[in-house]
């Protein structure tokens, strides 16, 4: 099922127009990113419930955002509007990803240079996902990334892959190391994403409160709350964040940070009143849990 040229057209102005606001270049439509939001969309639309998935395509992790609704029919223009309306929660003075504003950030997100977004069968699901992926947690990907409405566009996206034609007969699985590794994708040319992680996926309610919509951002956590559930990480991930957000102790944190930092491979299990962290590298597990309230 391909995209119908109404429907890229609109997808494409909503994304760009809002990322000018902010001086990002504007976006490349990406028949990778829209079939893995069209497969996307369809399992939510199969499951019942808003859910992340299918971001790892041919050129890499791909960045995700996700919408209900409970009338048929979401407009890209409306949807692409209440991910951005998110800006009234940002804090451009202390610059980093919070819950709640993850859609705004990966909307304008200026290394982002591709965009497909496809809607389930029954209209009521809407998938988006970009490449590369926006809300990357490294020091200082937030401050070159998202800027203040005002800002002049740069001449070439913040800290992205800069997609190029590879030579006649080059293979796209032999790039030299820091460079795009294209693959041609109907309207546009797709770069190869430098660090992929991993990310727990975990079910939003089909039936939500607040107008019957729900928003579900690129980290995988509903906006605005905490991630209940299992994490799997190999990096600082937005879902990372939310995991540890409300717990009554930096040692959960802390315990996180040295396990990344040792390399380790970090498991957090997140309840509403518990939390375990669990490394483990070369043969060796750690523990670390506590319980409050």
Same mark, same amino acid.
């Given at each position: ?36 939001? &069209? ?20 050129? *890499?992790?791909?960045? &995700? ?25 940002? @804090? ?52 070159? @990334? ?16 800069? #997609?190029?034609?590879? #030579?006649? *007969? ?11 590794? #294209?693959?041609?994708? *109907?309207?546009?040319?797709? =770069?190869?994403? %430098? ?12 039936? #939500?409160? =607040? ?5 579900? %951002? ?10 209940? *559930? ?23 944190? @802390?315990?996180?940070?040295? =396990? ?34």
């Amino acid at each position: 099922m391909a995209a119908t040229q109404d429907w890229v057209a609109k997808t494409l102005k909503a994304h760009n127009d809002l990322r000018a606001r902010h001086g990002a270049p504007p976006l490349q439509w990406s028949d990778e990113c829209f079939r893995a939001a &069209q497969v996307q969309a369809s399992a939510c639309q199969s499951r019942g419930a808003l859910f992340h998935g299918s971001q790892q395509g041919r050129s *890499g992790r791909h960045g &995700q955002n996700a919408f209900f609704g409970s009338m048929p029919g979401a407009d890209a223009s409306d949807v692409v509007q209440m991910w951005y309306d998110e800006v009234a929660k940002y @804090n451009f003075g202390r610059p980093g990803f919070a819950p709640g504003t993850g859609h705004f950030t990966q909307v304008v997100w200026a290394g982002s240079t591709h965009v497909g977004m496809a809607r389930s069968a029954d209209g009521r699901y809407v998938v988006a996902n970009y490449f590369p992926a926006g809300n990357v947690t490294s020091p200082g990907c937030f401050q070159q @990334n998202v800027m203040p409405a005002g800002t002049k566009a740069a001449a070439k996206p913040a800290g992205g892959a800069s #997609p190029a034609v590879s #030579p006649s *007969g080059a293979s796209p699985g032999k790039a030299s190391p820091g460079k795009a590794s #294209p693959e041609r994708s *109907g309207l546009g040319w797709l =770069g190869r994403l %430098g660090r992929p992680f991993r990310r727990n996926e975990r079910p939003a309610p089909s039936s #939500p409160g =607040g107008g019957g919509r729900v928003l579900l %951002g690129a980290g995988g956590a509903q906006a605005g709350r905490i991630l209940h *559930g299992t994490v799997k990480a190999s990096g600082w991930t937005p879902e990372v964040l939310a995991a540890l957000e409300g717990v009554p102790s930096p040692e959960a944190r @802390n315990t996180v940070q040295r =396990g990344l930092a040792e390399g380790a491979a970090v498991t957090i299990e997140r309840q509403a009143q518990s939390i375990a962290v669990t490394t483990e590298k070369a043969g060796m597990t750690r523990r670390w849990n506590m319980r409050w309230g």
